[in-house]
């Protein structure tokens, strides 16, 4: 388990350290699980050390031995700069889509960026070869990459416990991409609700061009399967507190302190997203035109101090302090305030008693993830009676139907809501409280927990299964131990995608000097035949490649260069490129109505990019695309394949399995070595013996023996390859 905080707080009084529960939802939320498995907590231990320097070995083996726990110590810089700046003043208003509110500084995206490498320096120092990794909300959204950049079998979950934003608002935030780049370093991710998902999936695609099929997205080195896990409270303590006699006492208290009133509970942290002062607004109209119900109902708010240093939560408790103060200043009477007001947090006996005595539970946040006041209040009201007023923003009103669902930016709707939860009648009350709580009673927390971890193994044992089999340390021991003793080694590489990542336009993924070091030295070796396939035109091959000794393939296998001054460019066979006037015109039509789209003529084929078109746009036209064209072609030996956000058309007399077959069947070699990214190299894996080995760079099935991850993680096989050649 891996989050910001631990179920545990430090607290330094004088010369000595108090260990105290941690208070929140998380925390709470998860108390259960985390004692009942075979569990280690990571994360920070709320005290800044700075305060602990000297005490810190003694702290980290108190928390081991005692609460299975592992601390993240973070200096007070770090906490004000990563804790209070960037999740406090940049994500969490963001996703909560407040942008009025959102601070961009790239000192606190920095802090934020190191707090997260101290975690996985942390997790690593603890983590085994068998465990579950599960990391839990924004403040750790790097995390899940930087852990499998590292450990790259680990099994990762996420559970993000806040909104996750529409694109419109997502796009906001320079480090975009890292975000989300960080994210799906996970196997599986969870959200609230599908909403969530829905927008997680979108801003992927939209950003990053990844696509969701079938419940996941391949990302690179990782098969992602987001997914939503609403999640439950522990039903069984709230629906028998009752029974306590510490809640009984706090309920006798608060019924003699409240008399005959009826009580609306108001129970948040002091936070902008809650809605707080909309809610007072409300209540204050209520009053103003039922004047009936004043000293007869009373609001109880409590408002649970939260993240102080932060400005605007500051400016928040001023106003709402002015509003309670109108209020009551406004009705009040000798034996009556119409609002209590308890600005701190209350213990679980009191919690309690005020969900059991409280005949209205009015909880109007304008934007929540999930809201587990409102599963809490039912699971608490054993009687049947109580009336649930919920945001329609709040995740849980969508678990929660029978409750009065509200726009909590409606003034007139709150105000109407609150009469009609006032005036239910019982009967009503307890019919529609049933149904929520049979509803909580079976998703409860343990089953969220259940849920998320079965999901977890069905997603490593699904990766297991396809056909997608990721070179080992014991395979790439023996292929480099292999390569070493032979005498006679071909190496058939292709170029984008595989030896080089994917660009915006193609003439911007030209060789990095790196790269054209490490095929000169491998085309230095006389053991080695070295050919570089690409589907580009024979004069960009020329031009970037022309002065090593390679073999060239361009265009899949059109054109072929065999190493050696004298040698020329040359057909593999006639071809016509008569067709690309009937052709060229469809092409166009689609890119006039696809922006950022474009057309790459070759000397025999025709491409059609979409990588810079809007993704769901570009992936829809694409599509239209294909069925169009291989309509048109059916008669003309034309193929028409869709590649990595391109449509290529050529001729099917030609494909790279063909071509390399010049190479292939030359003489026996006892080293042989094919790799690829797409589609078009399927015909090249085809034709390598089941003696030679064949790569597919990208974690999808293939004909291909085995797959890397990433372009560099081919790279690194050829330096290795090289170090002993």
């Not at 009826?262 to 809610?279: C, E, F, H, W």
């Not at 809490?376 to 009676?385: F, N």
């Amino acid at each position: 388990m891996v989050s910001n905080r631990l179920p545990f707080s430090i607290e330094k009084r004088k010369d000595s350290l108090q260990f105290r529960p941690s208070v929140g939802g998380l925390a709470t939320g998860l108390e259960s699980f985390y004692k009942s498995y075979q569990s280690l907590w990571v994360g920070w231990p709320g005290i800044a050390l700075d305060k602990i320097k000297e005490e810190s070995e003694a702290i980290k083996t108190k928390l081991n031995s005692e609460f299975n726990c592992h601390p993240v110590f973070l200096t007070q810089s770090d906490i004000e700069n990563y804790y209070y700046g960037f999740c406090n003043r940049t994500i969490w208003p963001l996703f909560h889509y407040f942008n009025q509110y959102v601070i961009y500084d790239e000192r606190l995206w920095r802090s934020y960026k190191r707090v997260n490498e101290f975690y996985c320096d942390v997790v690593m120092e603890v983590v085994r070869d068998d465990d579950l990794i599960w990391i839990h909300d924004y403040h750790l959204t790097l995390l899940p990459r930087l852990i499998r950049e590292r450990r790259p079998d680990a099994t990762i979950g996420f559970f993000l416990h806040i909104p996750f934003p529409s694109y419109e608002i997502f796009r906001l935030l320079p480090w975009r991409k890292e975000i989300l780049e960080g994210l799906l370093g996970v196997d599986v991710i969870g959200f609230h609700t599908y909403d969530y998902v829905q927008h997680f999936v979108n801003n992927v695609h939209r950003i990053l061009g990844y696509e969701y099929k079938m419940g996941r997205i391949v990302a690179g080195n990782c098969v992602v399967m987001p997914d939503a896990f609403p999640m439950g409270i522990d039903y069984q303590r709230f629906s028998e507190a009752a029974q306590e006699p510490e809640v009984r006492k706090e309920m006798i208290r608060f019924q003699k302190k409240l008399g005959e009133c009826k009580v609306v509970l108001s129970i948040d942290r002091l936070d902008y997203s809650k809605g707080i002062p909309q809610r007072l607004e409300a209540f204050d109209t209520f009053l103003e035109r039922n004047p009936e119900y004043r000293e007869k109902v009373v609001i109880i708010l409590v408002a649970v101090p939260s993240r102080t240093q932060v400005e605007h939560y500051r400016m928040l408790k001023k106003q709402v302090d002015e509003l309670v103060g109108r209020i009551n200043g406004k009705y009040g009477t000798i034996g009556w305030v119409p609002i209590l007001y308890l600005y701190h947090a209350v213990s679980f006996p009191s919690l309690a008693a005020l969900y059991r005595i409280s005949d209205v539970a009015f909880l109007t946040p304008l934007r929540d993830g999930m809201n587990l006041i409102a599963k809490e209040y039912i699971a608490s009201k054993t009687e049947g009676r109580g009336v649930l007023v919920l945001s329609e923003m709040a995740g849980a009103s969508r678990e929660l139907g029978e409750a009065i669902i509200v726009n909590p930016q409606d003034t007139e709707e709150l105000v109407e809501a609150l009469g009609r939860a006032l005036k239910m009648s019982e009967q009503e009350q307890e019919e529609r409280n049933r149904a929520m709580q049979e509803r909580l009673q079976r998703y409860d927390i343990a089953r969220w927990v259940e849920e998320f971890i079965d999901r977890l193994l069905y997603a490593k044992k699904l990766q297991r299964e396809t056909n997608v089999k990721i070179l080992t340390s014991k395979t790439n021991s023996r292929l480099v131990g292999e390569y070493r003793k032979s005498k006679k080694r071909l190496l058939l590489l292709d170029y984008d995608g595989t030896l080089i990542p994917f660009f915006g336009k193609p003439e911007e993924a030209r060789p990095d000097d790196e790269l054209l070091r490490l095929l000169e030295k491998l085309t230095e070796d006389p053991k080695n035949q070295v050919v570089l396939i690409s589907g580009r035109d024979k004069d960009t091959m020329e031009r970037w490649f022309g002065k090593l000794k390679l073999n060239l393939l361009a265009e899949h296998g059109i054109w072929i260069k065999e190493k050696g001054k004298e040698k020329k460019w040359e057909m593999i066979e006639p071809l016509t490129d008569e067709w690309k006037k009937d052709i060229h015109p469809v092409l166009e039509l689609y890119m006039d109505r696809t922006p950022g789209s474009f057309i790459e003529e070759k000397g025999f084929s025709l491409v059609w990019h979409y990588r810079k078109a809007d993704p769901d746009l570009g992936t829809k036209r694409a599509r239209e695309l294909i069925e169009v064209l291989e309509n048109l072609t059916v008669n003309l030996n034309l193929r028409v394949s869709g590649g990595n956000k391109v449509v290529e058309i050529r001729s099917t007399r030609t494909d790279k399995g063909r071509a390399a077959m010049r190479w292939t069947s030359q003489k026996k070699w006892d080293f042989l070595l094919a790799a690829g990214d797409d589609l078009t190299d399927e015909d090249l894996f085809a034709v390598i013996p089941e003696t030679g080995y064949s790569i597919k760079v990208g974690i999808s099935p293939s004909k291909a023996r085995l797959n890397l991850y990433l372009p560099n993680d081919l790279r690194s096989l050829l330096k290795e390859l090289i170090g002993g050649g």
